[in-house]
């Protein structure tokens, strides 16, 4: 009798009503329409900010900078593709979404951290990090998608990395042979409207049941790869508390793991989900918002190893 | 090492450097990963990209900005519109030099520099009677690579 079961998921667990009544009783009305603005990261292995402001401005490129980014720029004019310019080609910047710019500030990595980076394609975050770390430490990135290893080795030439180290495979059975002082687990999600237009067309809750399985899996391997009192960012892009506070609750319960209070835009994790009442450790998660911080959706959570 | 070994010579470089080879990509490390004992299975790339053998050597822009720091390498500068050109795969007329660093002479490589960094290389060459800065590698590889690897 599966394709009973499967028919009556896409009627009834599928589709933007569905989704918009879940964050509802999560308490936020979100209309289905909210949009996040294009952003720029300064690389600053390469430049500076004010370098890449006055040639960008001189261009015609009008940004403005965001107040929680230590480097980030949200675009509001630009006469050309941003990912097309030369000085992009030279790797003087990036294009980051201001969310996802923020996981990595938060974890917060330096010259002196060996840092895993474990689902690190096209490598956004990991020229992040190189960036934090001056190119100094050491920072092994990690995809199981070849072809999205591609897009990673080439933004980490096109940003002048010099500190990674690059693997293909599964981090879940890896033997990297060493252990991190700090890993960001950016988590393949389910994602959210904001990003993709066709999300909701696309989306079950099975999807999400299914990436939740999965994100546990790799958060059973963080712990392997961790040292003793070494730091995991866990961040998705997902506004499923399945995928969220519900995998911290989880982590919590079975493994040696406290949670470290992340201040920034949003809101606290929720303690509280459709019924079901979690740890006040939870309450130290941050989720971002699209109606309150005009991004796409974000979902962050520090862990730290006893 | 003698695809690499020949395009430092070409552009005038004397840089010898240590290279770590993965499969057809040169890379070489910096003192901590020099030191660092890692796993070789999976990996596919370490360090600072020098470039892949192909026909030719085809530089990485790390090293290329590595060239350009130097002081006996050749180079060739231009302005915005010029180097725009050249990022889309057009050779460089002539006249759109704007300042030459060493001598210029027909049959020698040039790095090709924008704004005091490099964004490629080429060969002053003459191609039907007009002489030009011949494309043989630019940054706009990057926008070509991801729609082909």
New interface residues.
């Given amino acids: 009798m599966a394709w009973s079961r499967t028919l009556v998921v896409s009627r009834e667990e599928t589709g933007k009503q569905f989704f918009l009544d879940r964050y509802r009783m999560l308490g936020h009305r979100l209309t289905g329409d909210e949009k996040t603005p294009k952003a720029i990261r300064v690389n600053t292995i390469k430049t500076s900010d004010a370098e890449i402001m006055e040639t960008l401005t001189s261009l015609g490129v009008k940004l403005t900078r965001v107040p929680y980014l230590d480097h980030g720029y949200v675009v509001e004019k630009s006469g050309f593709s941003l990912g ?1 310019s ?1 000085e992009y ?3 003087l910047y990036s294009l980051q979404e201001t969310a996802s710019q923020f996981a990595t500030q938060t974890l917060a990595p330096n010259a002196g951290d060996v840092v895993l980076d474990m689902c690190a394609a096209p490598g956004g975050k990991t020229t992040q990090i190189a960036a934090y770390m001056g ?4 920072l092994y990135a ?1 995809d199981v998608d070849r ?1 999205r ?6 933004n ?3 940003c ?1 990395v ?8 599964d981090v879940t059975s ?5 252990r991190f002082s700090k890993v960001l687990l950016d988590a393949p999600c389910s994602g959210n409207y904001i990003t993709d237009p066709g999300w909701f067309r696309k989306r079950s809750i099975e999807d999400v049941h299914r990436n939740a399985e999965t994100q546990r899996r790799l958060l059973t391997a963080v712990v392997r790869h961790l040292e003793p009192e070494g730091t995991l960012l866990y961040a998705t892009c997902s506004l499923e508390p399945e995928e969220n506070e519900l995998n911290m609750e989880w982590l919590l319960s079975n493994h040696e793991v406290t949670l470290e209070e992340i201040d920034g835009p949003g809101e606290k994790g929720l303690t509280e989900v459709f019924g079901q009442r979690l740890s006040e450790e939870i309450s130290k998660c941050h989720r971002f918002w699209p109606n309150i911080t005009h991004t796409q959706g974000f979902f962050l959570a520090k862990v730290v190893m006893r | 090492m003698r695809l690499l070994k020949r395009f430092l010579e070409q552009v005038g470089s004397r840089m010898d450097p240590e290279v770590l080879s993965i499969d057809s990509k040169r890379f070489t490390l910096n003192q901590e990963l020099e030191r660092q004992q890692f796993s070789r299975r999976g990996l596919v790339y370490a360090g600072t990209y020098l470039g892949r053998n192909r026909r030719l050597f085809e530089p990485g822009s790390p090293l290329l900005q590595v060239l350009a720091a130097e002081e006996d390498t050749r180079k060739v500068h231009l302005g915005r519109d010029a180097a725009w050109l050249f990022v889309c795969g057009r050779d460089v007329f002539e006249e759109n030099i704007r300042r030459v660093e060493g001598v210029i002479e027909l049959g020698r490589h040039y790095l090709v520099m924008f704004d005091g960094r490099c964004i490629g290389y080429g060969r002053y060459e003459t191609s039907a009677g007009i002489r030009v800065i011949r494309n043989l590698f630019d940054l706009g590889d990057f926008l070509r690579r991801e729609g082909s690897d």
């Fill in positions: 097309a030369i080609l030279l790797g190119n100094k430490g050491l990690v072809r290893v591609y897009a990673l080795e080439n980490l030439e096109r002048g010099e500190n990674g180290l690059v693997y293909h495979g890896l033997d990297l042979g060493t």
